[in-house]
């Protein structure tokens, strides 16, 4: 089935940096786009990146500049380089289809404070 793992959370201070990394199973990776969502407290989740099966990459307005989405379809893997972050990147992240599968991960936690 499909499935989506995500890892490279934490904890960082405002201006600092993450990657995070989701391995992907259960389907031919390269035949899709692929994003980033995340969730913070209290709010939906949202889009903020996404990467074509061509490696076109769009960004929500809040990230751009900032964070950087990348795929290896040869390791399954889809990436998020994340720059001079700041609280109010505080979220949960996941990973999935653009447009999204049903089948979400667990996501990994990503927490901005001083």
């Known amino acids: 089935q499909v499935k989506f793992v995500e890892s490279g959370g934490g904890l960082v201070q405002p201006g600092g940096s993450l990657s995070l990394s989701c391995s992907t199973s259960?389907?031919?990776?390269?035949?899709?786009?692929m994003a980033w969502y995340r969730q913070a407290p209290g709010k939906q989740r949202e889009w903020i990146a996404n990467v074509g099966a061509s490696g076109a990459t769009l960004y929500t307005a809040s990230v751009k500049g900032r964070f950087t989405i990348s795929r290896d379809d040869s390791k399954n893997t889809v990436y998020l380089q994340m720059n001079n972050l700041q609280p109010e990147d505080t979220a949960v992240y996941y990973c999935n289809r653009r447009p999204p599968s049903d089948s979400w991960g667990q996501g990994t936690q990503v927490t901005v404070s001083s």
């Open positions: 259960g389907f031919v990776l390269s035949n899709y786009a």
